[in-house]
């Protein structure tokens, strides 16, 4: 089942590429794609691999693995602003200083969730990582094209509420 | 259809604030034949403007003006900009509450007395008591159309309450029903039955759920003795060289300053700009603000005993269908000491939406604990404590005259600490909210913090003494005859029990008492 609707993004924003090798996030001029390449996202403002690790931080800090990346990409993409750039590639770039102080080549390169999350963990009381993760609660999930991985139906005004269906229906208990 | 009232007519009762309480008193008096300007600092919103989305229906109806919260509790922390979750908008938070309708126990109305004195808590009896009150609670359940009185059915039991009664009875709890809810279970006021549909607090799409903003505010609108002035905020009340007051300036809608000349003035703006539009109304004659000679105005803020009890179970619940809180477990309201604090708790169905779950159900938590929580939500079910907190003379509203608002007014601070009774009865509750779900069967319960207040109540407090309360047992402020306090901010203490019905209750009984006083001449 394809739970994902684009709607709501631009073609600009997201582009439906044919199926590649998986892998990491692949990074090119001025775009990140995921390692399905089912999608991709264009940069303007940020350096395609600071969105690439923007995108990978996110994931790291709400780790859903049923989530495509393209999720976590729309849930961060309101960074790659001219205003914002300056601010986030600062803290991409002590993300990968504390990566490597943690001896990985970068945030990247750590290649277990938890080696990322330990690093996760020594920079989460700084401003970088609060006002990432703050925005982050609302802007995933806040995306209707998620609810159906986790069961939840969202409005029920428009088919009536569930009074015919299924306000009680709990048979198992 | 409503009466435009001159801005000079000084023969108008003008109320600030149009919700549970103001909303309520606005209607009393226009069926009486008494003219009012109420003044709202919100838009208005009707069942067919609601929306069905947790962060949309935010945007469109919460109060998000600056605010500033401190103190001990874990909200300071968690959202320290938002100490609470009430409605802007014609209706006020009854566009948002889920609609329990329970009346005060006996006791509650004399906290002291049956409680004794507890340090650090300045705990006090109402002027009232349960005797008094019946007939007004009578009436209120009447307007609002309470389940499980005068005659009204229960409401049908959803999934999440089919999880709470199951696991309450087999722990041994005795009351556990779907509630006294103002939300129709049957036709009723000219509004139709619960659809089950969810979102409560997002505005009622059905119109089942009692609000003022299409139940109280059209019916005194069609008297032709109600004028409602919506986005019209207030700013200060103004009074002469005897100490009355006379009139309200505000800020239109489109921010121009204005001013309504009043016979009396009724402050119903919510527990926090209630004592702040007191404050901020401060003169050479009442340098403390108005009605504070006590020194009570905004001190006494309670916001219950709150916090939730989510628990995964290992098939679907689907808790966010059908009504959020037509579910409650009474057992433990009840007073007895012999659990290690004083007062009671109520155990309340609750779900939130997934959007919602993940802002409040451990605020700043993050990593693979949290999100396989969350990868549980369709499988939750949930319930919410509300209980008696102490009021405590530090816990206050004030002003920061530093931090002023779009009008340029200062900005409420609300300070807040819990007290070890509240502490203590919050881990009793988490303890037994978790011993319910886990005798029907949950895996993993998250015993979830407190979210921004719906209830707030107690800034203005009742009393009999004009030491030790602002207002007396009418609402009126015991300095300035013709101002009263017609929301929550009256409360003396605040019972076990959501406070809604006693605030409609006491806006009847406010409303007889005023027209009584003006047809006498007194007022």
Known sequence: ?173 | MAAPFSKTDDSVVVIIGTGAGGGTLANELAQKGISVVALEAGGRYLPEDYVNDEWASFAQLAWLDTRRSDGSFRLARDFAGLPSWIVKAVGGTTTHWAGASLRFQDHEWKALTNYGRVEGASLLDWPLDAAEMDPWYTLAEAKMGVTRTNGQPGLPGNTNFLVLEKGAKAVGYKEVHTGRMAINSIEYGGRQACQQTGFCFQGCKWGAKWSTAYTEIPLGEETGNLEVRERCHAARIEHDDKGRVTGVVYFDASGVEQRQAARIVCVAGNTIESPRLLLNSASSMFPDGLANSSGQVGRNYMRHVTGSVYSIFERPVRMWRGTTMAGIMQDEARHDPSRGFVGGYELETLSLGLPFMAAFLDPGAWGREFTSAIDGYENMAGMWIVGEDMPQETNRVTVDTAVVDQFGLPTPVVHYDDHPNDVAMRDHAYERGIAIHRAAGAVRSLPTPPYPSTHNIGTNRMSDNPRDGVVNRWGQTHDIPNLFVSDGSQFTTGAAENPTLTIVALAIRQADHIAREMGAGNL
């Open chain 1, 1 to 173: 089942m394809n739970r994902i609707d684009r709607a709501g993004m631009t073609r600009r924003e997201l582009l439906a590429r044919s199926v590649a090798a998986g892998g990491s996030l692949l990074v090119g001029a001025s775009w990140v794609t995921g390692r399905s390449a089912a999608w991709a996202l264009e940069v303007t403002a940020l350096k395609p691999g600071t969105m690439a690790t923007l995108v990978q931080m996110a994931r790291d800090i709400y780790p859903h693995d049923r989530i495509p990346d393209d999720r976590y990409a729309v849930a961060v993409k309101g960074y790659d602003t001219a205003d914002k750039a300056p601010a986030v590639e600062a803290g991409i770039a002590a993300l990968d200083a504390a990566a490597q102080g943690q001896g990985h080549p970068s945030y990247l390169g750590a290649r277990w969730e938890a080696e990322r999350v330990a690093v996760l963990r020594g920079i989460e009381k700084g401003e970088f990582f609060r006002t990432i993760r703050a925005g982050l609660v609302t802007d995933l999930y806040n995306q209707k094209e998620i609810w159906p991985l986790f069961g939840y139906e969202g409005e029920s005004f428009s088919h009536g509420g569930y009074i015919d269906r299924g306000f009680n229906d709990i048979a198992w208990l």
